[in-house]
């Protein structure tokens, strides 16, 4: 079992815009995603699984590196997928596709995951080290505001702790996914 590691803001509080697509348009998207990795060098599909059939239904994409104009060229500039893109470079996150099993349909919507992927996904029994090296009570499910972390991070004895703890390395990577925190009172790590 693994624990991951994210920001989130006010907006992951309540519902986004979603998108209904069609196969045809998955299979579109899917293709010009590989196009575009090649083109500009940088994996756009996460996983990128073409042999899987879950993973097909089942996966994120980065849109934030790609014009939004060519992106939902692709569903024919649907106003529910612009709305979906749109708000997901805004926020500088990932898409999400999946699939509704209950009505078979395909579904669009932002994702969790930032766009450049910095959540830290660990081992529960390498997540409880970090935290517990933060002082903080080793659950598997929880939430601190960004300032407080920053405060802890900037202890001498926090990073004394993680040096002993073996753990200097998450708390780097740590670090890393906070450059993609704002200051301010909605902004907030979870991890779970």
């Not at 009505?103 to 969790?112: D, F, P, S």
Request: aromatic share 6%.
């Amino acid at each position: 079992m693994s624990i991951t590691f994210r920001i989130a803001t006010a907006a992951d509080d309540r519902d986004g815009p979603i998108a209904t697509i069609t196969a045809r348009q998955l299979a579109a998207f899917r293709t010009y995603l590989r196009e575009e990795s090649v083109r500009i060098g940088a994996v756009l599909l996460d996983p990128d699984g073409a042999e899987d059939a879950f993973l097909s239904y089942h996966f994120e994409a980065r849109v934030c590196p790609l014009a939004l104009a060519s992106v939902t060229k692709v569903f024919e500039f649907a106003t529910d997928v612009i709305s979906v893109v749109e708000e997901a470079q805004f926020r500088s996150r990932r898409v999400s596709i999946y699939r509704r099993e209950p009505t078979a349909t395909i579904n669009m919507r932002v994702a969790l995951t930032s766009d450049l992927g910095l959540e830290l996904d660990l081992a529960s029994s390498n997540a409880y080290a970090l935290l517990e090296s933060l002082g903080l009570r080793p659950d598997s499910v929880g939430e601190i505001p960004i300032d407080t972390i920053r405060t802890r991070l900037a202890n001498p004895a926090v990073r004394r702790r993680a040096a002993e703890d073996g753990v200097t390395g998450y708390v780097e990577r740590l670090d890393r996914l906070l450059t993609l925190a704002v200051t301010g009172d909605s902004c907030r790590l979870e991890w779970a």
